[in-house]
């Protein structure tokens, strides 16, 4: 694959994944108001001057100037005319959104949240019945690296993790998710170690990558006698170029045999600046691959290709695909608020955690040229959560905003008062300019990285190893 054809498949697929979830939260505004016989005149993706459209009864399908977001116009709701525009003059009374009630009013305004929400956990929870479960091992550590961080806490071979900052019984993911969000920080890990429970404290090995700071545990997983697989091998590359091919399954690095995507990579930085000989498996038959590791445009002396372990799959029927969909959510719900949690805690800098159009795009390109549509599809379901989660947030112009102030105006109707539409149309212009302000801002942080990226700056030297796979 050409850099012009990965750059085509990276635009196409933060197209897709973008307006996907914008146009399937809209959507479900869209679907409760038409349900209730409300009028919508204004389906658009994005904000601002309409640029292509039809009209179909009393609704104008659009797309807008503006790209980073959209809306449904509902006859009567004068909240957004800001942003939105004002409402025709003759709509009847029985079809303004306005004067509904309240409790109509917020099943609209949730609608949006509630249909990005199902769509994160659709998409994994058909994934899991079309191709079942990753039948995962237990925690149980294989390799001690020497002079890292899993060695200065105390773990050993053979060790395995009962409980890793907290959480009890913690899977793989787990692990490597909170080491990757807590770099230089003490977490307290148990361990079972013959049959006795050993507390230890573990800091995480600082590493930036691609303008962010992560942590790395130093220590290889035992995931069984699973094969090693090439996941993806990145164009103009000396793996590319030396014929490594997506589906190759690893057997030896310079004849030395292996059982972890981990010991591949940590193999590779000990031959730097030497020719590395991988022994493969391809369609059955062995191959020998000779490569050197040169410096690549991210600035780090690499191969260029994702080793990775073929982790079997397991079938289940609807209700472990259910729990698959609702176990995957909430890690993504629980490793972002933690993100958050440290942001405001002063432990994670803002641009470290915040991300915009910019990093959605480095995201969504990387997941659709080395997982295909399977990634495209796994990111589409972590940016609709995200979405629907952020929109309920109390802010005015989200639709969090809205139930919020539809949940006072109900507690002051108790007393007898009301909230004029002159305050309405202050608080949400307030709500649009701090929206804005927030866009400026991660819109900003998102050049500042990249900068750091092409100049460089943004990766250190390479950390010993960690339960989670990255590319070499």
Known sequence: MSLLQSGIIGVLAFIFILGAAVTLHEFGHFLVAKLLKIRVETFSFGFGPRLWGFKKGTTDYRISAIPLGGYVKLGGDESNAPIEGESAPDIPPEERFDLRPRHQRIMVALAGPIMNILTALSIPFAGALIYGVQATAPPVVRQILPGGAAETAGLKPGDRIVSFDGNQNPKWKTIADDALLSPGQPLPVE???????????????????????????????????????????????????????????????????????????????????????????????????????????????????????????????????????????????????????????????????????????????????????????????????????????????????????????????????????????????????????????VITNDLLKQASIWRGGGNSNPPAASPAPTTK
């Open 191 to 441: 361990i079972d170690r013959n049959g006795q429970r050993i507390s230890l404290t573990i800091k995480p090995t600082p590493h930036t990558e691609e303008g962010e700071t992560v942590g790395f545990l130093d220590f290889l997983p035992d995931y069984g006698n699973v094969p090693i697989v090439v996941r993806a091998v990145e164009p103009g590359t000396p793996a590319a170029e030396a014929q490594l091919q997506p589906g190759d399954q690893i057997v030896a690095v310079n004849g030395e045999q292996v059982k972890s995507a981990e010991q591949v990579t940590q193999l590779i930085r000990d031959h730097k600046g030497q020719p590395i000989t991988l022994s493969v498996q391809r369609n059955g038959k062995p191959v020998d691959i000779t490569a050197t590791a040169r410096r690549l445009s991210d600035g780090k002396e690499r191969l260029g290709f994702q080793p990775d372990e073929e982790i079997p799959y397991q079938r289940v029927g609807p209700i472990g695909a259910v729990t698959e969909a609702v176990d995957l959510n909430w890690e993504y719900i629980r490793v972002t608020g933690k993100a958050l949690g440290q942001l405001f805690a002063g432990k994670r800098s803002v641009r470290n955690t915040l991300s915009g159009p910019i990093g959605i795009y480095r995201v969504a390109s990387t997941s659709a040229i080395k997982l295909g549509w399977a990634g495209v599809f796994a990111t589409l379901g972590f940016l609709s959560l995200n979405l629907g989660v952020f929109n309920l947030l109390p802010i005015p112009v989200l639709d969090g905003g809205a139930i919020f102030l539809l949940l006072v105006e109900g507690a002051l109707a108790i007393i007898g008062m009301t909230i004029s539409m002159r305050v309405r149309e202050r608080i949400q212009q307030v709500g649009f300019v701090v929206v804005l302000l927030l866009m400026v801002f």
